[in-house]
């Protein structure tokens, strides 16, 4: 008659249908994309390597590393808080972002709003 008692749970499930290694290298775009203050940029690597994700102002200047290190094949994401590598924000505009490392290289562009 009495099952027992458990506190109730609720919550959301998400399915997501992808390879558990991945089967190509890939550079999303960012989101949100035009953002402010912060924004994500997620990435695919195929095969374990040394990688670097940096961002570039418009005259290709390399304004920020986000990441700069040997990471396994897989499915990753990296934030852009819109700060410089000294820590000072930069101004709105359009910015350039490229995922390499010596096999390959990708680049984006977002939007910086204020």
Do not use: C
């Amino acid at each position: 008659e009495i099952f027992g008692n458990a506190p109730l749970s609720f919550g959301n499930a998400f399915v997501v249908n992808i390879p558990a290694i991945p089967e190509n290298y890939f550079l999303s775009q960012n989101y949100p994309n035009p953002f402010n203050p912060e924004t994500t940029i997620e990435y695919t690597l195929t095969a374990n390597d040394h990688i670097k994700l940096q961002v570039y102002d418009i005259t290709g200047r390399v304004i920020m590393t986000l990441v700069d290190e040997y990471k396994e094949s897989g499915y990753y994401s990296a934030l852009w808080d819109g700060t410089d590598g000294k820590g000072n924000f930069v101004s709105a505009g359009v910015y350039m972002y490229t995922l390499s490392s010596d096999n390959f290289s990708l680049t984006r562009k977002m939007i910086l709003m204020k």
